[in-house]
Nanobody, 125 residues
Framework: VQLQASGGGLVQAGGSLRLSCAAS????????MAWFRQAPGKEREFVLA????????YYADSVKGRFTGSRDNAKNTLYLQMNSLKPEDTAVYYC???????????????????WGQGTLVTVSS
């Protein structure tokens, strides 16, 4: 399975962007897909995660209320709708997937074995 992220770009503060992550190849019925981000000089941090069931979406506190995650299982695609963007949201955004991660570990980047190449989001003030 490969992940391909797209949709990054330059946007002014307060603006919106929508990222997509398409998974190709054979996927699992138990997979979790997630977004992480990494700002220059910082650790990669959790943004959100959605299990295939889509019953619950897990969000980082820093994006709750501004970002919305969704996934289309028929298309094997994960989306990230980002609204009210702030300069501190500037980062490379990575999608990730795991077939074995447990809920208590869903925010831990080390639980994800599969990663996309990243897409840069730049928010200007």
């Amino acid at each position: 399975v490969q992940l391909q992220a797209s949709g990054g770009g330059l946007v002014q503060a307060g603006g919106s962007l929508r990222l997509s992550c398409a998974a190709s190849g054979r996927t699992s019925s138990r997979d979790v897909m997630a977004w992480f981000r990494q700002a220059p000089g910082k650790e990669r941090e959790f943004v959100l995660a959605i299990p295939r069931s889509r019953i619950t979406t897990y969000y980082a506190d820093s994006v709750k209320g501004r970002f919305t995650g969704s996934r289309d299982n028929a298309k094997n695609t994960l989306y990230l709708q980002m609204n009210s963007l702030k300069p501190e949201d500037t980062a490379v955004y990575y999608c990730a997937a795991s077939t074995s991660i447990i809920t208590s570990n869903i925010r831990n980047k080390n639980g994800y074995a599969l990663w996309g190449q990243g897409t840069l989001v730049t928010v200007s003030s």
